[in-house]
Nanobody, 120 residues
């Protein structure tokens, strides 16, 4: 069974930084793309950052220049470094990965989410 577990969320002041990490574990044969999503109360879940297996990245415009996504393929982890945090970054952040596990195809897996609150 494949699982994604996020860590690193918490409460920070505006302008502060947090680093989120997500570790994939279980029966994993390969991981394709990985990403971070977030969902604020009353809003739809949105893609924050995305990284391909080759390391190409994309970000939602609102976090460009502030957030950096990275991955460690030897550890099956993906991280999101968040700098210059703003109150509007407050949301539950979810890790997502396309993983080939016991099946012959890639499936989307999701972590349970970690709360990020930016407030003074």
């Amino acid at each position: 069974q494949v699982q994604l577990v996020e860590s690193g969320g918490g409460l920070v002041q505006p302008g502060g930084s947090l680093r989120l990490s997500c570790a994939a574990s279980g029966r994993i044969f390969s991981i394709n793309a990985m990403g971070w999503y977030r969902q604020a109360p009353g809003k739809e879940r949105e893609l924050v950052a995305h990284i391909t297996s080759g390391g190409s990245t994309n970000y939602v415009d609102s976090v460009k220049g502030r957030f950096t996504i990275s991955r460690d393929n030897t550890k099956n982890t993906v991280s999101l470094q968040m700098n210059s945090l703003k109150p509007e970054d407050t949301a539950v952040y979810y890790c997502n990965a396309e993983i080939r596990g016991g099946s012959l195809r890639y499936n989307d897996y999701w972590g349970r989410g970690t709360q990020v609150t930016v407030s003074s």
